[in-house]
């Protein structure tokens, strides 16, 4: 019984307790809140609909940015610069009471990384230098003497804080004996301070080769800095060769905005040189081997063009460097300078690369004739003109990893890094052989396996190479990447190192 009360005791309790009163005013407050919760909702629920809608056009032209980006966008570099200042160690030149006379051989890009080496041979030797003769009996034959090429006032007092440079050798030294030496090749300090000795004896050493006689590495910053100073702001180009060339990047850049820079080496001396005849017509590639056989100066008389292709060692065909351009992207509307001397074969062959990308253009289509005029003789100093138009491009594409391509990567380097892409030939060549057996396509598949390929291969910034693994005594020197390729860490500064 007590039980039994109880519980109707709480469940009339319970009943009492929750029962709610309503009213109008009730009704309508919760009416109103009902209304502006559910406006809250659809409002947030449109704003998302909004979103979504533009989100795709968004992220097509975020999309677009980032592929631009990749194509033009230099490698990241943020924090590095030239750093080319003596260090504090370093002393004005002393004496100068002996000279260097130097014969510079080859052509433009061999001649002025030798150049630079004297001037910095000639600082370790305490050595007064002469103005260097230029070569004329290479394969280009240019008369060209050093003011032709370069400005010699500039020259002279740019580095007087370095060296002594006179323009002429002193008419009473001028019948003296002389020291002729063939300094040996990539050659370091100790070498040099040793050649000193020759002082005893003569007043005067004379060089008869200037390239490549200084070691790429293991030298004294200060003399790693000389050569910087020596290449980059002594050794400019007259002043006819350096305003044409900057007019001339002016009116590509006016074309079109932006341009790539293709040194396309398909050129007859070179292909001649490396025995490298893919591509070409029985008569081209024996008119070549017949011009091998008569240079006596070209060591390897017989090569194996398929062999020599397969393993990287030939510049890319007109046709390839098409497909290459295309895979990694680049439209059709791309204006492309080829930066080089004639093309071996002509139209025959540019125009397999021109049927991929139409704005072709030579330096003879964006110069008048008349600006040329004093130029067309003389290999060497339209080979600056391209020198040039290379330094200053969007991007800089090598076809063959010569001297010009060299010299050029490595400016590039020193300026902040600019795009340059070196195309992998040896891994290139495997598949542009599929492609002409029918085992690939062009398209999206070789455009990423190509992106892949050289997205490490575009001009970061990063140390010099050292020699190949497993060379041994002095030839190992000679696969030492070049100083000139890559100058750094010695010339070029991140911001967390001082200069």
Known sequence: ??????????????????????????ITVYILFIFAFSFII??????????????????????????????????????????????????????????ITVRSNGGLNQMRTGISDMVAVARIMNATLVIPQLDKRSFWRDSSVFSDLFDENHFITTLQGDVKIIKELPKELEIVPRARKHFTSWSGLNYYEDMTRLWKDYKVIHVAKSDARLANNNLPVDIQRLRCRALYYALRFSPSIENLGKKLVERLKSRGGRYIALHL?????????TGCTYGLTDGEAE????????????KMKKINSTEQRLGGFCPLTPKEVGIFLQALGYPPSTLVYIAAGEIYGGSNHISELRSRFPNVIFKEMV???????LFTEHASQTAALDYIISVESDVFIPSYSGNMARSVEGHRRFLGHRKTITPDRKALVEFFDKIERGELEEGSLL????????????GAPRKREGSLPGMKGRGRLRTEESFYENPFPECICSSKTHS
């Open 42 to 99: 659809f409002t947030l629920y449109t704003r998302e609909i909004l979103n979504e809608e533009q989100k795709p056009f968004l992220l097509e032209s975020e999309a677009g940015k980032i592929a631009d980006d990749r194509l033009w966008g230099a490698p990241f570099s943020h924090g590095f610069h030239p750093c080319v200042e003596p260090t504090p160690a370093y002393k004005e030149p002393q004496g100068w009471d002996h000279y």
């Open 287 to 298: 008119e070549l081997q017949i011009m091998r056989e008569n240079m006596n100066h070209w």
């Open 367 to 373: 110069a008048a004739p008349e600006e040329l005029k």
């Open 1 to 26: 019984m007590v039980n039994s009360r109880s519980s109707s005791h709480l469940r009339g309790s319970a009943t009492s307790k929750f029962c709610i009163k309503t009213s109008p005013v009730s």
């Open 447 to 458: 455009s990423s396996i190509v992106k892949k390929m050289h997205k490490n291969r575009q």
């Open 265 to 273: 080496r398909y050129e007859k001396d070179m292909l001649s040189f």
